[in-house]
């Protein structure tokens, strides 16, 4: 059996691993877009780096871009096989990927307008039709449960905890006689999350591919969420008379900020401004996560018995419309925004930041991973101008940022995932979605746990099992 690394090896974006067992089957795990990467971005997501006519299996260990986005380009080149992943993250991958085509194709069509000759114009990496057969090869597999995908292989999903949907991989492979037992982490959330259940444990593995975003990284903040929130607010809205604008992911950061907030209406304590979220991708997000309440704590099963919609608030309004977004530029009176992308690399936020970044009243609000080289991380950086549009900015109003709203597990959090594990008996531990020196940070911490055989992938690496 051999894994080969072909994505998010000593990079955060860009998920693949294939697996090839000595027969020739393969099974890939993830198939995800690669993100932020600069000038080579473009580059990476056009090629794999393996044929996928030869895959013969897809196993999805949660839908955001970063880990699914690149599977109906997978599709469009061959790939005829299934998609196993939870019913969960079937429901929010249909929108995300929806999403992304669209993008892919508003972005070509832009582009080819600067084009006159065919031959030379840009195609999408692939489009909603794509995504639609992409769609009809899903199977879907609940938590905790040991199914066959073959004769010789069998897969069982347990909760990540990193967003609704989110699973670790258990594979059990059995070649001439031997079992060989692989644990993808996909992405490991927090324990203890504000929504989510803590990641589960799981069985004894032989290896472990495990995710090390914020493997040097501790996310520690003094108050809870629901009060940092509340002195932003209070201190931008009411006292200065300005706006917050949050850059936020769709998925998970949104829900988790509209969560708090409700919490804070609960204890009759939300300031009374606006509160909108310009985003139509978050809208169809909250509703999955309002269809999949399996996924939800103790906690808020909780606050379920007291408010049938822990969601929605007085004052919460949902931007759909262009026209209505636009119009928010021109919005005087004290609100907040919330509104995607969470690292403000694209999107509507873009354009709010824009109209807000150069006056002091205002407060530019970070919650969750910001990759360095991103707006959102060079603006925590401390950087003090910044081009947008084609136009430098002064960067005048507040900057802040709640680290502990990500959604990634610290290096707590991974070794406590880790911890159930006989170190003893892992043969290997491979870390993949970080940056190289993070990952060479968690190494330590990962051999200090008592796992001796750690392992950091390079791009396209092969490893014999």
């Known amino acids: 059996m051999k894994i080969a690394f072909h994505g998010a090896a000593r990079a955060v974006t860009g998920s693949k691993h294939l697996i090839t067992l000595n027969n020739g089957i393969q099974i890939l795990l993830d198939c995800g877009l690669f993100q932020g990467m600069g000038d080579v971005t473009e580059s990476l997501n056009e090629s794999f780096g393996f044929n996928p006519e030869k895959v013969n299996y897809m196993i999805l260990s949660h839908a955001h871009i970063d880990h699914c986005g690149l599977l109906p380009r997978l599709v469009a080149e061959g790939f005829r096989g299934p998609v196993f992943c939870t019913p969960a993250t079937k429901d929010l991958a249909r929108i995300l990927l929806l999403d992304s085509a669209k993008i892919q194709m508003q972005d070509a069509e832009y582009a080819n307008k600067k084009i006159k000759r065919v031959e030379d114009q840009e195609m999408p990496l692939y489009t909603d039709k794509d995504v639609h057969q992409t769609l009809s090869q899903f199977k879907t597999i609940p938590y905790d449960q040991d199914f066959n995908i073959s004769p010789d292989i069998s897969v069982c999903f347990t909760d990540a905890g990193h967003i609704v949907g989110s699973a670790a991989v258990h594979l059990k492979v059995n070649e001439e006689g031997k079992e060989t037992r692989l644990t993808f982490s996909g992405d490991v959330g927090r324990y203890g999350d504000l929504l989510l259940k803590s990641p589960q444990t799981f069985p004894q593995a032989d290896y472990i591919i495990m995710e090390s975003t914020y493997g040097d990284s501790l996310h520690v903040d003094l108050d809870p969420i629901e009060n940092m929130l509340l002195q932003v607010i209070r201190h931008t809205c009411l006292e200065k008379g300005g706006k917050v604008i949050i850059p936020a992911f769709s998925v998970g950061r949104t829900q988790e900020l509209l ?60 931007i759909e419309d262009v026209a209505e977004s636009k119009a928010l ?18 999107g509507r936020v873009r354009h709010h930041i824009r109209n807000n970044i150069s006056d002091k009243k205002n407060t530019i609000l970070m919650v969750g991973y910001a990759s360095p080289g991103s707006l959102a991380g060079r603006l925590i950086g401390g950087q003090k101008r910044v081009w947008l549009f084609g136009q430098e900015y002064d960067v005048i109003a507040e900057i802040r940022s709640i680290k502990s709203m990500s959604a990634h597990g610290d290096y707590e959090d991974l070794l406590q995932f880790l911890s159930v594990q006989d170190a003893s008996k892992v043969k290997q531990v491979f870390l993949v979605h970080g940056e190289y020196e993070v990952q ?15 392992a950091i992938p390079e791009y396209h690496q092969e490893f014999e099992l």
């Open 329 to 346: 530029n021109s919005e005087q009176q004290p609100c907040v925004i919330i509104s995607s992308s969470g690292m403000a690399e694209g």
């Open 259 to 318: 969560y708090a907030l409700n919490g804070l209406e609960l204890k009759n304590q939300l300031p009374a401004v606006p509160y909108y979220v310009d985003s139509p991708l978050s809208l169809e997000a909250t509703e999955v996560l309002r269809n999949h309440p399996e996924v939800y704590n103790n906690g808020v099963k909780e606050v379920l018995k007291v408010d049938r919609d822990i969601f929605g608030f007085k004052g919460l309004r949902f």
């Open 440 to 454: 060479q940070n968690f190494a330590q911490r990962v051999r200090a746990a008592g796992f001796s055989n750690v």
